[in-house]
């Protein structure tokens, strides 16, 4: 339905006043690490979700920390919206950003913005008129683009976490093309913290090739090589294709030789 495209965590406790204070620094920092991790510019960011507290403070705060992160990309102004689910749920507590994610995914993939609801008056202590967030009142259908959509999501808890995660439309990419026979089946790269721990993920990798719609072996190699961390304890797994490779990983899950 839609693609992570950056994150961006980190925990600010140690710089704030107090346990339940927001931090602008915490949260900007947050912001831009997604930014980084995507590799997107902020001008291209058509909506935020914001966590959206609802108070007098913590409004301000994260407006600021948003402006902050993204003065390096671009100055203008109003081009971008912003909501929040808490207007039509309240507080959810834990699961408060999950709620904004699933609300900005859908957003995403039915091509507009939501509105907030029961918007009558803005906080005073914002001066939207200079800022590049603008707060969406009214449904709003986004026309068909050359690029795909970009829509940021915040999610701050108590004691200093900061959350804010990028999501791009998702684009069905044309068919792809059958490879070569001749191309040689790429090894299996796994890798792991424990000896136990790789046996495990043998196993699931193994299943995972044997069961029910089975991903491209060259994708899954790929991203198994490239897309994971390298941990010690390290396992590469060859065969003429991926039925050969899954019965050696399997044989291996199971302390065969």
Excluded at 92 to 101: F, I, T
Excluded at 174 to 202: F, G, N, V
Excluded at 206 to 229: K, M, S
């Amino acid at each position: 339905h839609a693609v992570i495209r950056g994150v961006g965590l980190n925990n600010d406790g140690g710089d704030k006043a107090s346990f339940t204070a927001p931090s602008a620094s915490g949260q900007a920092t947050a912001i831009r690490m997604a930014l980084d991790h995507a590799q997107v510019n902020a001008r291209s960011i058509g909506y935020v979700e914001a966590h959206g507290t609802g108070t007098a403070l913590g409004d301000p705060i994260e407006v600021a920390a948003l402006c902050r992160a993204w003065q390096a990309d671009t100055t203008d102004t109003q081009y971008c919206g912003l909501g929040s689910v808490k207007s039509n749920l309240g507080h959810l507590e834990p699961a408060s950003g999950m709620a904004g994610l699933i609300k900005t995914v859908l957003a995403l993939k039915h091509r507009c913005l939501p509105p907030s609801i029961h918007v009558e008056t803005l906080n005073p202590n914002i001066d939207f008129s200079g800022l590049n967030l603008e707060v969406v009142t009214s449904y709003r259908k986004l026309p068909v683009s050359e690029r795909p959509l970009c829509m940021g999501v915040n999610s701050f808890g108590f004691g200093g976490a900061n959350a804010h995660v990028l999501l791009e439309e998702h684009r069905a990419t044309p068919q792809r093309r059958s490879r070569k026979k001749s191309q040689a089946t790429p090894p299996l790269i796994l890798s792991a913290r424990a000896p136990q721990a790789l046996l495990d993920l043998a196993q699931q990798y193994g299943e995972r090739l044997n069961g029910i719609d089975v991903p491209d072996f060259h994708d899954l190699a790929h991203a198994a090589a490239y897309r994971r961390q390298w941990l010690e304890k390290r396992l590469a797994v060859y065969g003429r294709d991926a039925t050969q490779v899954a019965e050696r990983l399997n044989a291996y899950a199971h302390g065969e030789k």
